[in-house]
């Protein structure tokens, strides 16, 4: 059964920097189109990020410039650094194969707030 566990996620102050973590199982990361994804209160999900097989990171243009996507094949995980954050991005964030969002992990909560 695929796994994701996401985590990271923390409670910062607008301008602040934050890095999230997605640990998967059951299948290799480095061969899926790899995403996150975030859930604002009250709104649907709303697609951040995501990344190719060659590494190459596509992102909302909100974040463009302040959110960089990684991975570590060796280590199977997915990561975001998050900087100049805004309280607009405050939101549940979760890591997911953009091929099936239903399969996301639980998710982390980020909070941007002074």
């Known amino acids: 059964e695929v796994q994701l566990v996401e985590s990271g996620g923390d409670l910062v102050q607008p301008g602040g920097s934050l890095r999230l973590s997605c640990a998967a199982s059951?299948?290799?990361?480095?061969?899926?189109?790899m995403s996150w994804i975030r859930q604002a209160p009250g709104k649907g999900l709303e697609w951040v990020s995501s990344i190719d097989s060659r590494g190459r990171g596509t992102y909302l243009p909100s974040v463009k410039g302040r959110f960089t996507i990684s991975r570590d094949n060796d280590k199977n995980m997915l990561y975001l650094d998050m900087n100049s954050l805004k309280p607009e991005d405050t939101a549940v964030y979760y890591c997911?194969?953009?091929?099936?969002?239903?399969?996301r992990g639980q998710g982390t909560q980020v909070t941007v707030s002074s």
């Open positions: 059951e299948f290799r990361i480095s061969t899926e189109l």
């Open positions: 997911t194969r953009e091929s099936s969002w239903a399969s």
